[in-house]
């Protein structure tokens, strides 16, 4: 027999259970780990060897079940991630619909927080106004001369000015 053949014979046996029938000879195959047969050309531990498939101690109906339950993983592993995607489609839908329902009180609260800001911002003008006014009258009272025109007191009215009717 030829080298390969016997590495061959000795990995089914191995693989059968049968390797203790053969006594153990030291391989002078380079890459051999331990220099048994079964760790033919260094990548294996006895299971299969080298360049020799693992499936070659094995019958046809063996490697035929192996193939079908393969196959049986593929197919739920893609029924998992099929259902898996559908399940993220509808949450998406889900979230989107929730989306396009707040829209509308969004965009009311958007408005009321638009004229609240207004307001106070037109408050915060009329007061640094009126600070101004405040200040230079003041001023002119610690010179001890009054100011060539009367200044005259003006008094909030929420943004609207005095003389105007609200609406």
Known sequence: MQRDDIATLVCQC???GAAADFAHEPSSYPGTADGSWGTY??????AS??????????GTGELE??????DERKARRQASN?????RARARRRGSSTRCRRAWPRSCAANTRLAVELNRVAAARAWEARENA?????AGALRRGSRSPRPLRRRRWTGGVREGRRRR
Not at 41 to 46: C, S, V
Not at 65 to 70: H, K, L, T, V
């Open 14 to 16: 191995h693989t059968l």
């Open 41 to 46: 050309g260094g990548h294996g531990t006895g």
């Open 49 to 58: 060897a080298g360049g020799v498939g693992a499936g070659a101690s094995m």
């Open 65 to 70: 079940q192996q193939q079908a339950a393969r």
């Open 82 to 86: 099929r259902e898996s995607a559908q």
């Open 133 to 137: 006014r405040l200040s230079a009258e």
